[in-house]
């Protein structure tokens, strides 16, 4: 009998803003070995990008430009280790734009649907944390009103059950705070022959 090699993991964290998607994610990497995909929204705002002095065409190029990053980031490090841990999955941009009012424009929502629920396929796993389970921090960055979080997290948990069923999902219990027992929630959900 021939034992086969584990494959490294693909696994996205998603969530509202302020549930420890950051955290899991470095800490999910630093259990793998493998690379971490951020969130690139973040590291631009904290660069000074104002997002209230953009246009409407401008932040729309905006969210496609950081979902095309982000997927070629993710791409990369599967090709180089065979597995990664983001921060977010397709189908938050596609959340996002939605959010943020784009669906309007029916053709080009329709080809980042598409392109979303493809992009899925790779994942082994996709990790939602709950909203406000964790007391929430403002930072400046994120906004510090808890009903466009809870706006949101109903948005990519409905995303996510409409256009990826197949994708398995771990809906990680609101009283599972500690890092630890969060990484051990995440292992054992992980599909068999991934590790």
Same mark, same amino acid.
């Given at each position: 009998? &021939? /034992? %086969? &090699?584990?494959?490294?993991?693909?696994?996205?964290? %998603? !969530?509202?803003? !302020?549930? =420890?998607?950051?955290?899991?994610? @470095?800490?999910?990497?630093?259990?793998? =070995?493998? +690379?971490?995909?951020p969130e690139?929204?973040?590291?631009?705002?904290?660069?000074?990008? @104002?997002?209230?002095?953009?246009?409407w065409p401008?932040?729309?190029? $905006?969210?496609? /430009?950081?979902?095309?990053?982000?997927?070629?980031?993710?791409?990369?490090?599967?090709?180089?280790? !065979?597995?990664? #841990? %983001?921060?977010?999955?397709?189908?938050? &941009?596609?959340?996002?734009?939605?959010?943020? !009012?784009? =669906?309007? @424009?029916?053709? /080009?929502?329709?080809?980042?649907?598409?392109?979303?629920?493809?992009?899925?396929?790779?994942?082994? $796993?996709?990790?939602?944390?709950?909203?406000?389970?964790? +007391?929430?921090?403002?930072?400046?960055?994120?906004? +510090?009103?808890?009903?466009?979080?809870?706006?949101?997290?109903?948005?990519?948990? =409905?995303?996510?059950?409409?256009?990826?069923?197949?994708?398995? #999902?771990?809906?990680?219990?609101?009283?599972? $705070?500690?890092?630890?027992?969060?990484?051990?929630?995440?292992?054992?959900? $992980?599909?068999?022959?991934?590790?």
């Open positions: 009998m &021939t /034992e %086969t &090699t584990p494959r490294r993991p693909r696994i996205a964290v %998603t !969530g509202s803003a !302020g549930t =420890g998607k950051t955290t899991l994610v @470095d800490a999910l990497g630093r259990h793998f =070995g493998l +690379p971490v995909v690139h929204m973040r590291s631009r705002i904290e660069a000074g990008l @104002d997002l209230h002095k953009l246009e401008q932040f729309r190029a $905006l969210i496609r /430009e950081l979902y095309d990053e982000h997927l070629a980031a993710r791409d990369a490090a599967i090709a180089e280790t !065979g597995g990664a #841990v %983001t921060d977010r999955c397709p189908l938050d &941009t596609l959340g996002f734009w939605l959010h943020y !009012g784009f =669906g309007s @424009d029916e053709a /080009e929502t329709d080809a980042l649907a598409a392109d979303a629920v493809a992009q899925m396929a790779p994942l082994d $796993l996709v990790v939602i944390l709950p909203a406000g389970a964790i +007391p929430f921090v403002a930072d400046g960055v994120r906004s +510090p009103n808890h009903w466009l979080q809870i706006k949101f997290q109903i948005l990519i948990e =409905g995303l996510l059950e409409r256009f990826a069923p197949d994708v398995p #999902v771990l809906r990680m219990p609101a009283d599972v $705070l500690d890092p630890q027992a969060r990484i051990d929630a995440v292992l054992a959900a $992980l599909p068999e022959g991934v590790r």
